[in-house]
């Protein structure tokens, strides 16, 4: 049987064993715990060298991502920003004490990671869930969790796949027969190719499930964003999950039919970047068309954090795993890596602000290109013609 008792090691009182040594006793022989004595200050040693680990480290990526070192103290050290949160904040603090009524929200990509965090946070806050997914088996598992912990939770899960533009279109038709109304649509879901795949419309399969499927999502679904908020008078908010590594894209690499179908070496990575560069340019260019529509209806852009995601576990690999382990302090936790998501749907500090890009919760700058107005038109102006050329919609 299991003992706890004093330690032994005729240390002083600050070793750090005090009191923890477990035996057990089994045929007459104590059997005792094999774990070194570790002191208290070499414990601080220990614990200092991983926050300069940190520092150094997390300082290295930043500059690799054209942060300056202030953005990188803030973000190791979880300072909060202007309205009180950070990189330390979770997606329950962010929401703490709100509890809209009578919201409807979609969220893709909600069957794990971040997207699944989001749906809880939400669902706890009394939000009604639509969970468009591909995988219904494992959306209904999220579904039942959540139910558990919030047993009124209003939570509808309906078939559809991102990537493809006859299945958003139908769950589209779906969604709309039901008769609901529509405040929050978070464009969460992402998709990582380790090698090149089309989808059934011939186009890259990253590039189209993380940037035109949310597309046409979108379109597809703002004329009842707009009837919504002018019934409620309650405005509109539309999300897409990017990420800060948008940055890696160069002007002269951001070609649209390159990013449909590349025409040199297939590169999962950039693929990703290219399409989370176009779900920021995608934002701000439909800010600007709402604004001039006086629609009451606003869509910013997000960057969630360091998060070891789904994304991250489908590549898996020696050098994946390296770097995960040095920048391990550098990661968001889940209920982290949701908290911006969670504040810009529901907290009342982001009514009325539209285009913008949030990190950690806090207005943020994203790279010149993603900012650049030109450019983001002219990227909304050759997706529109492709997907009315392939849906030939009116």
């Known amino acids: 049987m299991a003992t706890l008792r004093q330690c032994s090691c005729n240390r002083d009182a600050n070793c750090a064993c005090n009191l923890v040594i477990v035996g057990s006793k089994a045929n007459g022989r104590e059997r005792r715990s094999t774990t070194p004595h570790r002191s208290v200050p070499y414990i601080a040693m220990i614990s200092f060298m991983q926050w300069i680990s940190r520092l150094v480290f997390g300082s290295y990526i930043w500059s690799k991502l054209e942060f300056s070192i202030t953005d990188a103290l803030r973000y190791i050290m979880g300072i909060a920003g202007p309205n009180g949160f950070g990189s330390n904040s979770t997606a329950e603090q962010v929401t703490e004490g709100i509890s809209p009524s009578h919201l409807t929200a979609i969220i893709t990509g909600a069957t794990s990671g971040i997207g699944a965090e989001t749906a809880r946070v939400l669902a706890k806050r009394g939000v009604r ?15 039942k969790r959540i139910k558990r912990e919030s047993p009124g939770a209003e939570i509808i899960v309906m078939e559809m796949d991102l990537s493809s533009f006859a299945s958003i279109q139908n769950f589209c038709s779906n969604f709309l027969s039901l008769g609901l109304p529509l405040n929050i649509l978070i464009n969460n879901a992402g998709k990582l190719c380790r090698s090149f795949q089309l989808t059934e419309d011939e186009f890259e399969m990253t590039f189209a499930t993380n940037y035109l499927g949310h597309y046409l999502l ?7 964003m707009a009837e919504t908020a002018t019934k409620t008078g309650v405005h509109g ?11 890696w894209v160069a002007k002269e690499g951001f070609k649209f039919d390159d990013m449909l179908l590349p025409k040199s070496r297939y590169n999962g990575t950039r693929a990703y970047a290219l399409s989370k560069l176009a779900n920021i340019m995608h934002a701000k260019e439909m800010a600007r068309q709402l604004k001039e529509r006086n629609a009451n209806v606003t869509i910013n852009s997000v960057h969630p954090g360091i998060v070891k995601t789904g994304i991250i576990r489908d590549h898996r690999g020696l050098i994946t795993d390296l770097v995960f382990f040095l920048a391990s302090k550098l990661l968001k936790s889940t ?13 009342p500090q982001v009514n009325g602000i539209s285009g913008k890009y949030f990190a950690d919760c806090n207005e943020s700058s994203c790279s010149p290109l993603a900012d650049d107005d030109n450019a983001a038109f002219d990227l909304w102006m050759k997706t529109n013609i492709l997907v009315h050329k392939s849906l030939a919609l009116n």
Request: with cysteine; net charge positive; proline share 2%.
């Open 335 to 347: 209920a982290q890596g949701a908290s911006t998501i969670c504040y810009i749907a529901i907290n």
């Open 237 to 247: 908010r539309i999300i897409n999950v990017t990420s800060v590594i948008h940055r």
């Open 129 to 143: 869930l639509v969970m468009p997914a591909r995988d219904l088996k494992k959306a209904g598992e999220v579904k």
């Open 218 to 224: 979108t379109k597809l679904l703002l004329g009842k």
